[in-house]
């Protein structure tokens, strides 16, 4: 079974700084896809980027990038000019394209920002 | 739209008694999804349906049951409840054709205690 692994429990940035988040996946299959969700303390579960295994060109969103290393299983999520909105639960996820209903999240990485 | 919406928000159980978890998406989206989220922990499937009348479980079902009447609505039954099913649960849905790496909605979550 695919596992994910966040290493970083807690994690902190200074505002306007550049923050990265760790996560590394094991996997045989090599069609798939990978996210980062961010979870306020509201609870409520944002997308915040996603990466097509095939693609080899990592994925930006804004503020938002990835580092995506197919051969190392690793895709890291990098924030800059951080801000204290950013402030989160932020969640590594997994999913094949062979089985799109099964979604493998890692544990979590906690993010402070401070002002 | 209202999105993915759950009720109750707040729950609690005594063991041994059994609820059902409310989730309606206003999206027409096919696939629907239920997870639970533990201390610590990311989230795990419990059973998704690809469309009504069909549903599967997925990675921890024990305890559970689930119906899918119709597209927009998804419950969550607990059957004698159990401390070990204290957690909060999340519904999600997705708009998907099989392949793809399709965004979940998520639903702010239903947080359940079981003493």
């Known amino acids: 079974a695919q596992t994910v692994t966040q290493s970083q429990p807690e994690m902190s940035v200074q505002e306007a700084e550049t923050v990265t988040l760790s996560c590394t996946y094991d996997?045989?299959?090599?069609?798939?896809?990978l996210f980062w969700y961010k979870q306020p303390p509201s609870r409520q579960m944002i997308l915040v980027i996603r990466?097509?295994?095939?693609?080899?060109q990592n994925a930006t969103e804004n503020r938002f990038s990835v580092n995506f290393q197919k051969a190392a299983k690793s895709f890291s999520l990098k924030i800059s000019d951080s801000q204290l909105g950013d402030a989160a639960m932020y969640f590594c996820?997994?999913?094949?394209?062979?089985?799109?209903?099964?979604?493998?999240f890692g544990a979590g990485t906690r993010l402070t920002v401070k002002p | 739209n209202a999105g993915v919406t759950q009720t109750p928000k707040f729950r609690i159980l005594k063991i041994g008694q059994s609820m059902t978890l409310q989730c309606t998406q206003d999206?027409?989206?096919?696939?629907m999804y239920w997870y639970r989220q533990d201390p610590g922990m990311g989230l795990k499937l419990i059973y998704y349906?690809?469309?009504?009348?069909?549903?599967d479980k997925g990675e921890v079902p024990n305890g559970y049951n689930v119906s899918r009447s119709t597209t927009e609505d998804f419950p969550l039954r607990l059957e004698l409840a159990a401390p070990s099913q204290t957690s909060v649960y999340f519904c999600?849905?997705?708009?998907?054709?099989?392949?793809?790496?399709?965004?979940?909605?998520f639903g702010p979550g239903t947080r359940l205690t079981v003493t």
């Open positions: 999600a849905s997705s708009y998907s054709t099989g392949v793809g790496s399709y965004e979940q909605y």
């Open positions: 996997t045989s299959e090599s069609d798939y896809y």
């Open positions: 990466q097509e295994a095939y693609k080899q």
């Open positions: 996820a997994y999913r094949s394209a062979y089985n799109n209903n099964d979604m493998r």
């Open positions: 999206m027409n989206h096919n696939y």
């Open positions: 349906s690809v469309g009504a009348g069909i549903t």
